[in-house]
């Protein structure tokens, strides 16, 4: 019974290993793209809004996948919970209250147009990191997704995407399970 599982395990990887091969032949990549710059979308979007109210601070700013860009180039993490739940995809608009405490409330203010697209979860053998492997391009995943919807390997993953954009992250919506 051990030798049956391990051979299935061998054949899901070698699987993996075909389709990352084919999306390579096909023109893809499989590591993200390490040029999108976010910070040009964020100061106009966070012009003037770095502003003391009362007591808080209000920054605003865009999404880039991991954590938000502020007007000022500034970089403020975003917990992978938040990004998980609230479905965070690149390009959308936050906005964050930091209070006389110094506790960080993150709110989403100006989602971008997504698109859905349905992928196979897989793992990379570098990094042991999961990925999406969707329409020729493989996705960075946030790990909160994965766990939180019990995802594993050669699992079918329901992602968001910004429309019409090209993107290194996506958003898990939902995991079939193999």
Known sequence: MKNLEELK?????????????KVL???????????IDYSKKAAKVGMEEMKA???????????????????????????????????????DILKL??????????????PVERERLVGKVIKDEATGEYR??????????????ITYFKGSIGDE????????????HAAIENIIKK
Do not use: H, T, W
């Not at 993953?157 to 290194?168: D, F």
């Open 53 to 91: 109210l009362s007591s808080e601070r209000i920054v605003e700013g865009v999404f880039d996948g991991q954590k938000m860009i502020g007007p000022d180039g500034k970089e403020y993490s975003v917990p992978a919970n938040y990004i998980s739940k609230s479905k965070l995809v690149e390009g």
């Open 25 to 35: 032949l096909a023109g893809g990549s499989l590591n993200p793209l390490d040029d």
């Open 157 to 168: 993953a329901v992602i968001l995407v910004p429309k019409g954009a090209e993107s290194q």
């Open 132 to 145: 999406v492997l969707a329409d020729n391009k493989v996705y960075k995943v946030i790990l909160a997704s």
């Open 9 to 21: 395990q061998i054949l899901d990887n070698i699987e993996i290993q075909v389709q990352k091969c």
């Open 97 to 110: 209250s930091i209070d006389e405490a110094g506790n960080f409330v993150y709110k989403q203010i100006g």
